[in-house]
């Protein structure tokens, strides 16, 4: 005991040495004070809520985890599983796994035996029984959703599901937006690829397309719009390896031009369909290439905004022999000795629809030739087209004998005598003829002598052409005793007297009639269009017709059991109206519009529910006199029929 006592704060308590060898350990114990006593009173344990530590050399703890392993060990796992769902269920774990899953090639996967493929493949097809076949998937990403890892979960998602066929990417992330990474595991995923649409994808450049077409060879469309690091070595690559491209549109890609359009037209005998607008690299040699390599398989040709001039419509002349849809706008390098020559190629034998948009070279002389050059024409539509005459217009009537669609836009030199002399001229096949927005035509009494009517004609549209008035629509009703469908909205300078001769000349029963806009009609004209064409009549718009009031819809629910579409916005209807359509026994409507009846209040709310049992459409927008509550009240009753309010 006397040793014990004589022991000093700095000796050791073991003579033989200290317990601990390491004197990082020796932290284990208690620290002794210089004073230490004999005896201790006996007390509980203190509690220690942090972790017991171990030596460093001794007891060292590792975390065992399957992140450790390098990238090519989870390579070399992920390409043995079996089945799509273990790697779509491995791609949720991490980004890391779902990057390293999408980079694994199809070819990549390690085959399976043929007993364990067809095992896999008959609890495949027991657990998803309405896989879509290879190729038929669709995925879309806009705006924040298009970003690298969503594109790499589709590329191992739909692997599983069948295979994915269209992808459609429009916008574009900010901070992370596609780039060639995302299209890099869609390639390699997804080779069943048959459409793909890049929309304002700045970030995605000659990489990523490549990328696709180096795996994607089933390749059938494709769509770039604004798309400016893609240039023509993409476009290139696409060609040379997609030889299944059917349909191609550029636009507004100003870092293509015409090696790449060459290189399609070489390597694509299947093209059908070619679309390019606003590319300023593109030009004549561009264009010339592609449609004279593609010349019996192109169908479709729209060519807008580019710097081509009189030699790119020569070509498409002579070499279009199989093109039958034929768009042109916003040519402002192309002379009327382009569309003459154009005309004069005869290799436009098939085509069917043409369509001219703000070309200033389009006069009377080229217009003439085209109507010859294209004995098979059906339908043309001209727009903006200052130079075009009543001349041109009934030359082109006269040779273009096929045609059965004739539209007219904002060509102000065409007047009465030229729209008339069209409609007389253009044979015994028109069936639809519009004219809109044209300010060259006047009401004028031109005293038409008896000639043969236009028994063809099933459509008329004249809409906001505002020097068209009662005048001309007489002389209509003398023309065209078969029209079905009448469009005349907009035509304020209409009257009774104008159109009572056409409802009293149709002969076949109007089907499809527009009035809106036209504020001088009245009452008159919707009670005797009931009543002679009220089992025939469908649809009729009287939007604005301000004189339009309750004795018209008194007339429409006894007489026209077929209507379904009735539109009586702005008009001076009432509630004594809407209770009479409710009355009428053999009115269906499905679509009913009251927008700014500011007559009709919440006394038709009755009225409104019983129509409402067949309406799937019901407008009452800016109907001030109807209250919240009972709109609501309809919302909640009507609950087959969609309310605007």
């Not at 390579?75 to 043995?80: K, M, P, Y």
Request: charged share 20%; net charge neutral; hydrophobic share 40%.
């Amino acid at each position: 005991m006397s040793k014990l006592f004589a022991l000093s704060g700095s000796d050791d308590f073991c003579p033989g040495g200290p317990i601990y060898p390491n004197p990082k350990e020796s932290g284990l114990l208690l620290p002794l004070g210089p004073n230490v006593d004999v005896y201790f009173r006996a007390r509980k344990r203190s509690r220690i809520s942090a972790p017991f530590l171990y030596s460093e050399e001794r007891f060292e703890q590792k975390q065992v985890s399957i992140e450790v392993l390098p990238d090519e060990c989870l390579f070399e796992i992920f390409r043995r599983l079996d089945g799509g769902e273990e790697r779509s269920a491995c791609a949720c774990v991490s980004k890391r796994w779902l990057s390293l899953l999408s980079n694994i090639h199809r070819d990549e996967i390690r085959s399976l035996k043929p007993e364990a493929e067809k095992k896999v493949e008959l609890v495949s097809d027991a657990e998803d029984p309405d896989v879509e076949c290879d190729g038929y998937l669709s995925r879309s990403l806009e705006g924040k959703k298009a970003t690298d890892i969503r594109l790499a979960a589709i590329a191992v998602g739909t692997a599983s599901r069948g295979g994915l066929g269209k992808l459609s990417i429009r916008g574009n992330n900010s901070t992370r937006g596609v780039t060639s990474v995302g299209l890099r595991a869609i390639a390699r995923g997804c080779p069943s690829l048959r459409v793909l649409s890049l929309w304002n994808t700045s970030s995605v450049g000659d990489e990523g397309l490549c990328e696709i077409a180096n795996g994607c060879h089933q390749l059938e469309k494709l769509d770039l719009c604004q798309c400016p690091a893609i240039t023509d070595r993409a476009l290139i690559t696409i060609a040379k390896n997609c030889p299944k491209l059917i349909d191609l549109t550029i636009e507004s890609c100003s870092s293509i031009g015409n090696e790449g359009l060459q290189a399609v037209g070489r390597f694509c005998p299947n093209l059908k369909s070619i679309s390019i607008k606003d590319c300023r690299l593109v030009g004549d040699k561009g264009i010339a290439s592609l449609l004279s390599s593609a010349t019996y398989s192109l169908e479709k040709v729209k060519l807008q905004r580019l710097n081509i001039t009189d030699v790119s419509l020569a070509v498409i002349g002579h070499y279009g022999k199989a093109v039958t849809d034929l768009f042109l706008t916003g040519l402002p390098h192309v002379s009327e000795r382009g569309f003459w020559v154009m005309g004069s190629g005869h290799g436009l034998q098939k085509l069917k629809s043409l369509t001219i948009t703000s070309c200033m070279g389009v006069t009377d002389l080229g217009l003439e030739a085209v109507g010859k050059g294209c004995p098979n024409l059906k339908q043309f539509c001209l727009r903006k087209c200052a130079f075009l005459s009543d001349n041109g217009l009934i030359s082109f009537a006269k040779a273009a004998f096929s045609l059965e669609s004739l539209q007219l836009e904002e060509c102000h030199r065409i007047t009465q005598l030229g729209f008339f002399g069209s409609l007389l001229n253009c044979g015994e096949k028109l069936k639809a003829l519009s004219l809109v927005s044209c300010l060259g035509i006047k009401d004028q009494n031109l005293g038409v002598r008896s000639v043969s009517p236009c028994k063809s004609l099933r459509s008329l549209s004249i809409r906001n052409c505002p020097g068209f008035g009662d005048a001309s629509l007489a002389v209509l009703g003398k023309l065209c005793p078969q029209l079905q469908n009448v469009d005349l909205s907009g035509l304020q300078g209409v009257t009774d007297a104008g159109f009572l001769p056409v409802l009293e000349s149709c002969e076949a029963g109007l089907a499809k009639v527009n009035l809106s806009g036209c504020v001088n009609l009245t009452d008159k004209v919707v009670s005797t269009m009931a009543e002679l064409h009220g089992w025939t009549l469908e649809m009729l718009n009287l939007d604005g017709c301000r004189k339009i009031s309750d004795a018209s819809l008194m007339a429409i629910a006894d007489n026209c059991p077929l209507l379904c579409d009735l539109d009586v916005s702005k008009c001076a209807v009432t509630d004594f109206g809407i209770a009479s359509l409710a009355r009428g026994s053999y009115l269906n409507l499905q679509i009913l519009s009251l927008s700014g009846c500011s007559m009709v209040s919440d006394k038709s709310l009755g009225a409104l529910r019983k129509l409402g049992q067949t309406l799937l459409g019901l407008n009452l927008q800016h109907c001030n006199a109807i209250s919240t509550n009972s709109v609501d009240m309809l919302v909640g009753q009507l609950w087959r029929c969609d309310v605007l309010s």
